[in-house]
């Protein structure tokens, strides 16, 4: 597998209005003022694309509205964060890496 993992710090919202025909909202993951991904949020009833990378290294993520919130409180609650992408599959994740148990959030 041929993965391509960011470190990221810092994170934007957009959210949709009801004109727009797939998405519901945009959260933009970056890496001090380094943008290094989308992630993407599609409407119940939608067909969701596979994740995707651009030429240039961007990470495009795809998810159902549904895990907005989720994804959310992860971006919120827990350091450090990664994006990754699996080239084979063409996956995307949002991820902490080895925390250790028991450690209470500052």
């Given amino acids: 597998m041929a993965y391509i993992f960011y ?6 919202i957009t959210h949709h209005n009801e004109d727009h025909a797939s998405l519901t909202g945009v959260i933009y993951c970056y890496y001090g003022n380094e ?15 596979k994740s995707s990378k651009s030429s240039t290294g961007s990470l495009y993520l ?4 549904n895990k907005f919130r989720d994804i959310v409180e992860t971006l919120r609650l827990e350091k450090p964060l990664y994006i ?12 902490t890496f ?8 500052s």
């Fill in 7 to 12: 470190d990221i710090n810092k994170y934007a």
């Fill in 35 to 49: 943008l290094k991904g989308y992630l993407y949020f599609y409407k119940d009833g939608v067909s969701v694309p």
């Fill in 84 to 95: 990754y992408f699996d080239d084979d599959s063409l996956r995307g994740y949002l991820s």
């Fill in 62 to 65: 795809r998810f159902k509205e």
């Fill in 98 to 105: 080895e925390e250790p148990i028991g450690e209470e959030e």
